[in-house]
């Protein structure tokens, strides 16, 4: 039995008449007029919060939300988040003036069976990232019970995710956490083969760990985005003035020699396409690689036939595992690479596989391509669920005490 599955879960507990303090993660985009642009980390919050109110419990919720290094900045406040969650809940969702205090614990005192009160910014207290013992103190004063929902913060030892767990005498994991373990542990742990592992972004050096871990499991990895181009380059491949990381030339040669001794099918792109400038407008073209990137032109995206090779990959799997871009999708020239896995991802789910998606871009990418619905799970925690994936345990699960 992995340590996260002998956890106290949310199940386990009965909330009646109890101060549930809340640990979720609303940390979501914001647009100029401070109105919430991607809802889905609140609705992923919802059925925890739900079970809290129908047993009768008092529903006392904190968060962070951007990057506000301590300061009470206004744009970083979580009122827009405070109406968006009255609007998905259907009842009112009070905004505390802060996340301790005296006027605070007042409030959470006052609170009756079923309502929900949501703190404000964490981050507006540098004492929450630093896992202040004190402040810690002063957020377990708002609770009887703490349930830690926030998947997207639990690999980080932070006052809200596990200091303030020493400080309560009950401490369980939510839904969210139970779904996004359940998913990922999944990926570790006696997955359907064939499995492939679909890795993009820019560099090696953030997803070496994942990729030593999951070469001793998959049977193919799929190596995309910036991170090809230093496999490629490792290989002799001319790229032009494409990202490359020289400092890992070597390493990238080795993942290549450990695949091949491991009997795991390295895919490479073959083709991409090309363009002198990151911008929309720009002129592109399609190139095979092995004929190389001309000076002055950047390798962006993956091409037509290193897609349709990717596609076969992915749908022929039983478990899939996708984390980062194969392009630069935020600009259409570059956003087929990307699109297609995700259109291939769908696919392979409808055939019976599981796929799973990492969170970060990529969780955004299958998002944007209206593909949400049909993936098996994407995780709401990029940071989090790499790390979990690395073999490392987290932080936020580890404090949790054992079921009895």
Same mark, same amino acid.
């Given at each position: 039995?992995?340590?996260?599955?002998?956890?106290?879960?949310?199940?386990? /507990?009965?909330?009646?008449?109890?101060?549930?303090?809340?640990?979720?993660?609303?940390?979501?985009?914001?647009?100029?007029?401070?109105?919430?642009?991607?809802?889905?980390?609140?609705?992923?919050?919802?059925?925890?919060?739900?079970?809290?109110?129908?047993? $009768?419990?008092?529903?006392?919720?904190?968060?962070?939300?951007?990057? =506000?290094?301590?300061?009470?900045?206004?744009?970083?406040?979580?009122?827009?988040?405070?109406?968006?969650?009255?609007?998905?809940? $259907?009842?009112?969702?009070?905004?505390?003036?802060?996340?301790?205090?005296?006027?605070?614990?007042?409030?959470?005192?006052?609170?009756?069976?079923?309502?929900?009160?949501?703190?404000?910014?964490?981050?507006?207290?540098?004492?929450?990232?630093?896992?202040? @013992?004190?402040?810690?103190?002063?957020?377990?004063?708002?609770?009887?019970?703490?349930?830690?929902?926030?998947?997207?913060?639990?690999?980080?030892?932070?006052?809200?995710?596990?200091?303030?767990?020493?400080?309560? =005498?009950?401490?369980?994991?939510?839904? /969210?956490?139970?779904?996004?373990?359940?998913?990922?542990?999944?990926?570790?742990?006696?997955?359907?083969?064939?499995?492939?592992?679909?890795?993009?972004?820019?560099?090696?050096?953030?997803?070496?760990?994942?990729?030593?871990?999951?070469?001793?499991?998959?049977?193919?990895?799929?190596?995309?985005?910036?991170?090809?181009?230093?496999?490629?380059?490792?290989?002799?491949?001319?790229?032009?003035?494409?990202?490359?990381?020289?400092?890992?030339?070597?390493?990238?040669?080795?993942?290549?020699?450990?695949?091949?001794?491991?009997?795991?099918?390295?895919?490479?792109?073959?083709?991409?396409?090309?363009?002198?400038?990151?911008?929309?407008?720009?002129?592109?073209?399609?190139?095979?690689? @092995?004929?190389?990137? =001309?000076?002055?032109?950047?390798?962006?995206?993956?091409?037509?036939?290193?897609?349709?090779?990717?596609?076969?990959?992915?749908?022929?799997?039983?478990?899939?595992?996708?984390?980062?871009? /194969?392009?630069?999708?935020?600009?259409? =020239?570059?956003?087929?690479?990307?699109?297609?896995?995700?259109?291939?991802?769908?696919?392979?789910?409808?055939?019976?596989?599981?796929?799973?998606?990492?969170?970060?871009?990529?969780?955004?990418?299958?998002?944007?391509? $209206?593909?949400?619905?049909?993936?098996?799970?994407?995780?709401?925690?990029?940071?989090?669920?790499?790390?979990?994936?690395?073999?490392?345990? /987290?932080?936020?699960?580890?404090?949790?005490?054992?079921?009895?």
């Amino acid at each position: 039995m992995s340590y996260w599955e002998r956890k106290t879960f949310f199940e386990d /507990l009965n909330f009646r008449g109890q101060r549930v303090l809340t640990r979720v993660d609303f940390n979501v985009p914001l647009d100029a007029k401070q109105r919430v642009t991607d809802n889905n980390r609140v609705r992923q919050a919802l059925s925890t919060i739900r079970r809290i109110v129908e047993q $009768g419990g008092r529903a006392v919720l904190m968060s962070h939300l951007g990057r =506000p290094g301590g300061e009470q900045v206004p744009e970083l406040s979580l009122r827009p988040v405070a109406e968006e969650l009255s609007r998905l809940l $259907g009842t009112s969702v009070t905004l505390a003036p802060d996340c301790v205090g005296a006027e605070v614990e007042a409030q959470v005192q006052a609170l009756q069976d079923g309502e929900v009160l949501l703190l404000e910014n964490l981050r507006y207290h540098k004492a929450e990232t630093k896992n202040d @013992p004190e402040f810690c103190r002063q957020l377990a004063k708002l609770g009887d019970v703490y349930v830690n929902d926030a998947f997207g913060t639990a690999h980080r030892a932070h006052a809200s995710t596990a200091g303030v767990v020493k400080f309560l =005498p009950i401490a369980a994991l939510g839904y /969210l956490i139970r779904k996004e373990l359940d998913f990922l542990g999944g990926l570790l742990e006696n997955p359907r083969q064939p499995y492939v592992a679909v890795l993009g972004g820019a560099k090696i050096s953030d997803k070496l760990k994942v990729i030593e871990n999951l070469m001793e499991r998959v049977q193919a990895l799929v190596i995309g985005g910036g991170m090809a181009n230093t496999f490629l380059a490792a290989q002799g491949f001319a790229l032009g003035d494409s990202l490359v990381d020289d400092e890992l030339l070597d390493l990238a040669a080795g993942l290549v020699e450990q695949a091949r001794n491991r009997g795991v099918q390295l895919h490479l792109p073959t083709d991409g396409v090309l363009a002198q400038a990151l911008k929309a407008d720009v002129e592109t073209k399609t190139v095979a690689l @092995p004929d190389g990137v =001309p000076e002055g032109w950047k390798l962006l995206d993956i091409g037509p036939q290193t897609l349709a090779a990717y596609k076969s990959v992915v749908q022929n799997a039983k478990t899939v595992f996708w984390n980062g871009p /194969l392009g630069v999708f935020e600009i259409l =020239p570059f956003a087929a690479g990307t699109v297609g896995v995700a259109q291939a991802l769908a696919q392979a789910t409808a055939g019976g596989a599981v796929t799973v998606v990492g969170g970060g871009d990529s969780a955004a990418a299958v998002q944007q391509s $209206g593909l949400a619905e049909h993936v098996s799970h994407i995780s709401t925690g990029g940071g989090a669920s790499l790390e979990f994936l690395e073999g490392r345990e /987290l932080p936020g699960v580890t404090v949790i005490p054992d079921r009895n």
